[in-house]
């Protein structure tokens, strides 16, 4: 029994009857790997939280502001597909202890750095580190559970994003008021540094069945199958995540500020009312993973949600021309919000099945990458853009990227599962 839960050869291949044994380990690592993705989230998204303090009182523009809030994403970019390789060849466990420690020493970095240029790059080298977690804790999920248990999985696993940055939106701007920027970096320090002794202890990397050896050839054939050359679904779903993000991470670093400066809402209830909507947002994931695990399909459900992320930017930009009562632009604030997080899970499951178990690592890395490059670009440019044009403009604009990828989806008749 031990010997199923060793770590396997970088040549290993899942049968199509591989077992799923002792489903208690797998919801433990499971729940381990979710910890690791919120510690990383927090420290990714805490800059966000800042921009209220840097803006209105240390005199940065919009623009300089969000592009330091969007270092931690430029790291990650730089280093995710080597830490999914990384997890292919040698496992999720040390891929996620070993970057969740680093992602501590560069929080310590950044909880002392004196002057906008060594905080940059203390977020730049801990974002980097972080992204250990993106790839290593999906591929948990692709291990440990089976096809029509996977979508519930992924999103768990996927509330570690709103969860992360409800943890900031909650903590940060309380914390950077009352103690500067300091202050507020000591949550992320606290996270990353538990979290990386956590999983160093529990994380076990997923039982994997070895290939029969009257099967060894396919085996070969199946490892060498770049799944990016036999079709072209992983190129469109990347491209399709990068569009969906761009409202996605304009709420997410542009909705306290919004909320406060446009909707009058006190500084205290829009940290809150941010940190509710995330809450909500992770609770969504679940419910669209569990969707499409019962339609059998991740790529219907995410046109929905493409659809509904249009029309939601486009109500807000509505709300605040009308200037509506602030209950009402929290409410829809939530549910926006709720809308534009619910698609990661869908997609980064989709692109694991596709991509196969030899491929999946490298596949999650490029789908991180692809989506944080998109990320990276939305705090200076949607700054530049609500500069430019103010708040309601900029969200009619944004909502052309969701309504631009609904084409882009491909076919539920394309979907198989090579895991």
């Known amino acids: 029994m031990h010997s199923r839960l060793r770590t396997p050869a970088p040549h290993a291949v899942r049968s199509a009857r591989a077992p799923f044994p002792r489903a208690g380990r797998a919801w433990t690592v499971l729940s381990l790997g979710l910890g ?55 496992g999720e466990k040390w891929v996620i202890a070993g970057g969740l420690g680093l992602t501590a020493l560069a929080a310590l970095g950044a909880l002392q750095a004196q002057g906008y240029v060594a905080l940059g790059l203390f977020l730049l080298l801990g974002g980097a580190a972080s992204a250990s977690t993106n790839a290593a804790s999906g591929r948990v999920v692709v291990g440990w559970f089976p096809k029509d248990r996977r979508g519930l999985a992924m999103g768990v696993r996927q509330m570690a994003q709103p969860l992360g940055v409800t943890i900031a939106a909650l903590l940060v701007p309380t914390l950077a008021s009352t103690g500067g920027v300091g202050a507020a970096m000591a949550v992320p320090l606290v996270l990353t540094a538990v979290f990386a002794v956590a999983c160093a202890i529990g994380v076990v990397n997923p039982p994997r069945a070895a290939a029969p050896a009257s099967s060894a050839a396919d085996a070969s054939t199946r490892r060498t199958d770049n799944p990016y050359r036999a079709s072209g ?23 306290l500020v919004w909320l406060i400066t446009e909707v009058g809402v006190d500084a205290l209830t829009a940290g809150v009312l941010v940190g509710v909507a995330q809450f909500v947002g992770a609770i969504g994931r679940i419910a669209v993973g569990v969707l499409s695990d019962r339609m059998g399909s991740r790529v219907r459900p995410l046109a929905y949600v493409a659809i509904a992320a249009a029309a939601a930017m486009l109500v807000l930009a509505g709300l605040d021309v009308l200037s509506a009562p602030w209950a009402v632009v929290a409410v829809m604030f939530v549910l926006a919000t709720t809308i ?80």
């Open 36 to 90: 690791a993705q919120i510690s990383g989230t927090v420290f990714v998204s805490a800059p966000a939280f800042l921009i209220p303090l840097l803006h209105t009182e240390r005199g940065l523009t919009l623009a300089e502001a969000g592009f330091l809030a969007a270092t931690p994403t430029i790291g990650m970019v730089l280093t995710l597909i080597a830490w999914g390789a990384l997890a292919d060849r040698i």
């Open 233 to 255: 679904f992983l190129w469109r779903i990347h491209a399709v995540s990068v569009l969906l993000v761009v409202p996605q991470f304009t709420l997410s670093t542009f909705g």
């Open 340 to 419: 534009t997080v619910a698609d990661n899970g869908l997609a980064f499951t989709s692109v694991a099945e596709v991509a196969g178990s030899a491929w999946a690592g490298r596949a999650l890395g490029a789908q991180n990458t692809a989506q944080f490059i998109g990320a990276s670009a939305v705090g200076p440019a949607v700054g530049a853009l609500i500069g430019l044009l103010g708040f309601p403009l900029a969200f009619v604009v944004v909502a052309l990227f969701p309504a631009v990828a609904v084409p882009l989806i491909p076919r539920a008749s394309a979907e198989h599962d090579r895991l």
